[in-house]
């Protein structure tokens, strides 16, 4: 099977924490309980590995341990969009570290 594309995110577009969490609601498929703050993507991303917490509708391809995230405009963004979104990702594969797991999240700078 080919491995999917990776997840884009234009932080560029997206002017405020609010509009940072409603476009990762959509594009990761969270639950409609999504709370739209921090602790809540880090859990929701998490989650990414294991589809059966149905906290999220993308998972890891079998091809791929990873997922692969774009991102697009980080020096363009607010500083707290940015800051959140690269901090979530870092909690998530530290969290998977402390674990004993690989970490999973890997970003691209484009």
Known sequence: LPMPPPLHIDLSRLPSLEALHADLHTLFGFPDFYGHNYAALVDCLSSVPYPEDHMTT??????????????????????????????????????QMANQLPPFIRITLI
Not at 71 to 86: D, I, K, M, Y
């Open 58 to 95: 993308v998972s890891l391809s079998p091809d791929s341990p990873f997922l692969d995230i774009t991102l697009q405009g980080l020096f363009s963004a607010p500083r707290e969009v940015a800051n959140t979104l690269l901090s979530a990702c870092e909690a998530v594969n530290q969290r």
